[in-house]
């Protein structure tokens, strides 16, 4: 697959919480950087998301007594899974994994910082209303298809690849550069998803031939 100047590779969540030994790690998250490092060199454009909650965050499930990890709750956007305690704002498990070296990123993307809305979306949080400015980043600089490598596969990767194909924006996820939870069937659920939505799966191979 030929990579194009106004493509983008978004990197989304490779953060220390999310890696093995993390407070909600992804089985070994942490070999998708190896491929995160292989195919970057090949795009011009580079965005790096960050998990970035304040303490007592509304999606914890120290937060709701009585609840335990991984309950669902609803809210006022719908279902909520409550997850434990993570990436919260200024705590090492919030910083990027020492291994992930992309000094070439243009731009950290925040999310999850309002504390009554969980953002998995690197495009628009899970009231599916509040935006996160990467439309508008993307737009204002000319930039179009989206390529996505991170954590979690079927969580914040999926759900951002979700967005920008209901955005109107061409998504590529690049599987063996991700790694999944697969929470209750959610890689199947979502690649139903993708199925439906147009999102596509390559291999990294086929951005290095």
């Not at 495009?123 to 991170?150: C, I, M, P, Q, S």
């Not at 596969?153 to 991700?178: H, K, M, P, T, W």
């Not at 659920?189 to 939505?197: G, V």
Request: with cysteine; proline share 4%.
């Amino acid at each position: 697959m030929q990579i194009l100047p106004q493509d983008v590779l978004i990197v989304v969540d490779v953060q220390n919480d999310f890696c093995p030994g993390g407070a909600l790690a992804v089985a070994d998250g942490d070999a998708a950087i190896d491929a995160i490092h292989r195919i970057a060199p090949r795009f011009q454009h580079i965005v790096l998301t960050q998990d970035w909650h304040p303490a007592g965050h509304s999606s914890f499930a120290s937060a709701h007594p009585g609840k335990r990890l991984f309950d669902q709750i609803e809210t006022s956007y719908g279902a909520q899974t409550l997850w434990p305690d993570h990436c919260v704002q200024g705590a090492r498990g919030a910083e990027f994994h020492p291994a992930l070296h992309l000094p070439q990123a243009e731009l950290i993307l925040r999310k999850g910082f309002h504390p009554h809305v969980d953002s998995y979306s690197a495009f628009l949080e899970n009231d599916h209303v509040t935006r996160t400015g990467l439309e508008g980043y993307l737009d204002e600089r000319n930039l179009g298809r989206v390529f996505f490598a991170g954590l979690a596969y079927d969580f914040c990767v999926g759900f951002s690849a979700l967005d920008a194909r209901g955005l109107g924006i061409e998504a590529v996820i690049v599987r063996d550069a991700c790694r999944a939870i697969d929470l209750d069937g959610s890689v199947a659920k979502i690649e139903a998803r993708f199925a439906q939505a147009g999102v596509a799966l390559i291999r990294s191979a086929e951005l290095l031939g």
